[in-house]
């Protein structure tokens, strides 16, 4: 194998695995050290600089990081980031916090740029144009920015000052409002000479149903995301007694549980698919299981049943599913017929893009299942005014990805509008790489591995929970749990850097390991150095660490996979071959802000403050 | 700040026969200084002992004083020990060998241990023939007061001011082929690939296995000049009958080591095979494995591997004809024969 070119910042960025796997890339070690040193507000910041929305990401995150969490390969489970990112936003001073925002010139650009839809895209766009002196001008049908944030997630798991905090932060930056204003032509928009238009307005159109007695009973029946939206904006304020929900996504978690907190008695959810294949994420399935809700696997809806013109039940085909070797999936009808009574059906089985309010012929191509043509680097479409982002970019994901793009249509915007290419011209991430060496022993991070498990979240009682959609259900970590926690982390982002100049070949690394994963060897091709290594190699979708030769003529060889990031393997070497590094990876945001290697600044100046 | 190992280990490490991994038969975490090969000869103990499916409370460590000595600590903590008087290892050894001949009996001693102090142990050791194997962690200067040159040391090495070494050097395995040992090699601590198979090989020996491992001192020994550092062992060995290890269970199949091969069966069944340093290089002649050694020695080369081997050979339990059963198992009527067992001693000697 050729030897690790370990200046490309991108080898290090994948040892991170949490932050190699959050689309938004956010220095998870970085944060979770400082909640370790109860510094909240900066561990705060260094969400904020990176994923916008820490309070409600902390709350309501998809957590692609978390499955990725290299904890979760060596201990039972993974860190819990999620939880200890909420922990931060809990815990900020918040004074201290809005001190730190950017600054805004007053003297603007003079460019104007149209944001559509107040949602996560459109405000990190947002966030990161205004420090630039850019005007931006924001649309929403609704009276509040937030986006689906507001109006798809409940306030029991995301409290309104928590999001309106947020939220505001942006807003407060100056950004115009134009709120309860529905964009009903993109055309009209265009005429008013904005420099560039972001359109980030999710994917608002409701799956539905077809299926014998739908017409009949629509009185009774609602479409997931809409009843969601009509129960946050108060247009609706009860359900009937009894309530099935169709879908097995985190929609249709949050519809049953919002539905057993505004009237609902029996409230059941029903899954087409097995119960460990559906699409809601496990803590989700754990609340809502909590709090009474039977989720009933294998059902596929198959009809209405009406009495005196009024839904009283639904019938479901029960179905098996099984899998052919190559994971593809049949479902079959078993022949069992199942009744479940109902005075009110949801249907949460998915969500659409739709674009009726732009016009075809204004330069935006169209492609397949009529979506608008976007690079998947630069958001911009065929009309290069025009970027997209969030789930109107590419169809329904997450909060996460939507803050994902829209730093990265920020820097395509600004790009565009200073006249360089929004290709070419990206700016590349910022990287920083330091000794954490303190003494023979002593590194600037905690390199002790604690045992313990995974702490738990404290939620209210049940009970408590269910008297009103209001009240956070989660109370999440007491800060003794949330330091725990942040000890599980195995700081990944502290690097193991090997000096091959500096190696006697002594073995007192290979021999230290505790998972073995450094071995000194004859190189080879890579699958049969993986056969070769000292320990089994696994997981092939980790990186192998090689040196160039060394004078014996062989190389050494750290297979990424099972490092503890302990930092024996320095400990123990006699001429500092090996050295722990401390890496932070930050994706650069429009205007090639520096990124946040601001916390120490921070640190420094709130120093010279008490002095 | 860490003296202390996480107890994390790789998911998929292997387990032997016995379903455990070698994670219980590490030790504590060593306190020598980083880099010194005894604690590569730990390592390679965990993996000869865990590969030769032993129990760790079936080994005994053995040990008297010096950085060597404190090794045992490193490696096998669920196994006996006796870390005893400067010099003295191998009477204590010879003393519990005699109490309970079933435990596997590790010795572990330094240069000094073993050609200063304790030479006169050493060498009446290797004549009784105790069923046992002796590592020397050789690294030729007194590590633990500061770097003086030990009896290994070789004439001409320079020590760490610079100084060469004006004295012969004891050479161990030629004083242990003189002395009729019956198992003789000698390794490198940065070569695991060889020293786990010779270990394997030493503990399954019925006798005394002598293993001197050079071991370099990386604090006080590992500099240009010095005939005992890691760069000089590396330049100037010579790998001799390379050794693999084939225990009984196992079929000879495989054919990695390339050459010709000599099997030497083992007294238990297991067996030994080499490929030889030349096509007529026996290691069961003890004549030639002198000449050979000092043939090397002349060439100013460093032979490793198995030197000699005897397969069959009388160990001490059998000279003396020793209790089977460990005296700790014997029976009070056993151990104190009754009145009547005394006269008819008495009635014999009439």
């Keep these: 194998m050729k030897a690790t070119d370990i200046s490309n910042p991108e080898y290090f960025h994948k040892v991170v695995d949490c932050q190699y796997a959050c689309p938004a890339h956010t220095p998870v070690p970085e944060y979770i050290r400082l909640i370790g040193q109860r510094r909240y507000s900066d561990a705060y910041m260094v969400n904020w600089e990176s994923n916008v929305f820490p309070g409600i990401l902390g709350r309501t995150c998809d957590r692609p990081c978390e499955p990725a969490c290299r904890r979760g390969r060596v201990d039972e489970e993974p860190v819990a980031i999620c939880r200890l990112k909420r922990v931060a936003a809990d815990n900020k001073d918040d004074a201290d916090v809005a001190a730190r925002m950017p600054l805004i010139p007053s003297q603007k650009n003079g460019k104007k740029i149209a944001l559509i839809g107040a949602g996560p895209a459109s405000l990190t766009v947002a966030r990161d144009l205004m420090p630039l002196g850019y005007e931006v001008d924001l649309y929403d049908e609704n009276a509040k920015g937030g986006g689906f944030m507001r109006s798809q997630i409940p306030s029991f798991r995301l409290p309104e000052e928590v999001l309106d905090q947020e939220v505001d932060y942006v807003l407060d930056m100056g950004v115009t409002r134009h709120f309860n204003t529905r964009v009903e032509s993109m055309r009209s928009i265009l005429d008013k000479g904005y420099d560039a238009i972001f359109v980030g307005t999710g994917a608002p159109k409701a799956k539905d149903l077809i299926i014998p007695g739908r017409d009949e009973a629509s009185d009774n029946i609602h479409l997931g995301i809409n009843w969601l939206e009509s129960v946050a904006f108060e247009h609706l304020d009860s359900i009937g007694k009894k309530v099935v929900i169709v879908g097995g996504g985190n929609t249709a978690m949050d519809c049953c549980r919002t539905a057993k907190r505004i009237g609902g008695k029996e409230v059941s959810v029903t899954v087409r698919s097995t119960f460990e294949t559906m699409k809601a994420s496990p803590w989700e399935k754990d609340d809502t299981l909590a709090e009474g809700i039977p989720i009933l696997p294998n059902h596929s809806p198959r009809e209405f049943i009406l009495e005196d013109g009024k839904l009283v039940a639904m019938t479901f085909n029960v179905v098996a599913s099984s899998y052919d070797e190559n994971g593809k999936r049949t479902i079959k009808e078993t022949g069992e017929i199942v009744t479940i009574e109902c005075t009110d059906a949801i249907m949460a089985i998915g969500q659409d893009n739709a674009f009726p309010w732009i016009e ?32 109107a ?9 939507a803050v994902a793009h829209g730093h990265q249509a920020a820097i395509s915007i600004d790009l565009f509008l200073n006249g360089s290419s929004v290709k070419e011209a990206r700016p590349a991430p910022g990287t920083n790489l330091v000794s954490s060496k303190m003494g023979i022993h002593q590194w600037s991070y905690d390199s002790a591995v604690i045992d313990d498990d995974r702490q738990a979240s404290a939620h209210i009682p049940v009970e408590q929970a269910l008297s009103s959609r209001k009240i956070e259900s989660e109370i999440g970590f007491d800060l003794d749990a949330a330091f725990i926690e942040a000890e599980r982390c195995l700081n990944c982002d502290v690097q193991t850097v090997f000096f091959e100049k500096k190696c006697i070949e002594c073995d007192g690394c290979t021999d230290i390991c505790p998972t073995n994963c450094i071995t000194f060897i004859n190189n080879d091709e890579e699958g049969s150095l993986r056969d070769k290594l000292n320990a089994p190699s696994v997981n092939k979708e980790q990186d192998l660490y090689v040196s160039t030769d060394l004078p014996t003529g062989r190389v050494m060889v750290k297979d990424e996979d099972m490092c503890l990031h302990c930092g024996l393997c320095a400990e123990r070497c006699p001429t500092s071959a090996w050295d722990m590094q401390q890496f932070l990876y930050t994706v650069t945001k429009a205007g090639n802000e520096p990124a946040p290697i601001l916390v120490e600044q921070m640190g420094g100046k709130k120093q010279e403050q008490a002095a | 700040m860490s003296f202390y190992k996480p107890s994390f280990r790789h998911p998929s490490a292997p387990s032997n026969e016995l379903g455990l991994t070698t994670k219980a038969y590490e030790g504590g975490v060593s306190t020598l200084c980083a880099g010194c090969g005894h604690d590569s000869i730990s390592a390679a103990m965990i993996q000869a002992v865990w590969g030769l499916n032993i129990e760790p409370h079936r080994v005994a460590k053995m040990s008297g004083i010096g950085c060597s000595s404190k090794s045992p600590n490193y490696f096998l903590g669920k196994a006996h020990g006796f870390n005893s008087v400067h010099g003295r290892m191998p009477s204590v050894t010879t003393g519990a060998n005699v109490a309970n001949r079933d435990l596997m009996y590790i010795g572990v001693s330094g240069d000094g241990d073993t050609a200063s102090i304790g030479m006169g142990q050493f060498t009446h050791v290797i004549r009784r023939n105790l069923n046992m194997m002796y590592v020397v962690e050789n690294n030729g200067c007194y590590g633990l007061t500061k770097g003086q040159d030990s009896a290994t040391a070789d004439e001409g090495s320079k020590n760490k001011k610079g100084r060469a070494n004006p004295f012969e050097a004891i050479d161990l395995v030629a004083l242990a082929l003189d002395l009729g040992a019956t198992f003789v090699a000698r390794s490198f601590s940065g070569d695991k690939d060889q020293l786990v198979p010779l270990m394997k090989a030493a503990m399954s020996h019925k006798g005394f296995a002598l293993i001197d491992v050079i071991s370099p001192c990386v604090t006080f020994n590992n500099h240009a000049g010095s005939t005992k550092s890691y760069d000089h062992t590396r330049e100037h060995v010579q790998a001799g009958a390379v050794l693999d290890f ?68 009388e160990n001490f ?25 005394l006269k008819s001693i008495n009635e014999g000697l009439r």
């Design chain 2, 317 to 341: 339990h059998e000279m003396l004809n020793v209790s089977k059963t460990p005296l700790n198992e014997l029976k009070q009527d056993v151990l104190c024969p009754s009145g009547a067992a």
């Design chain 2, 246 to 313: 084939v225990p009984m269970a196992q079929e000879i199949t495989l054919d990695q080591i390339k050459g010709s091969t000599q099997k030497v069966a083992l007294h238990n069944g297991d067996s030994v095979r080499l490929s030889k340093l030349s096509d007529n290089y026996d290691p069961t002649d003890r004549h030639n494995a002198i000449r050979t050694l000092l043939d090397h020695k002349a060439q100013d080369k460093l032979m490793t591997g198995l030197i000699y081997i005897e397969p069959e050979s």
């Design chain 1, 393 to 401: 970019a590419f169809g329904p994901e997450n909060v996460i990805t």
């Design chain 1, 360 to 391: 075809r012929d204004i330069g935006i191509e169209f492609g397949e299942w009529d979506m608008p043509v976007v690079d998947k680097v630069s958001f911009q479409s065929s009309n290069e005014k025009i970027f997209f982002g969030g789930d």
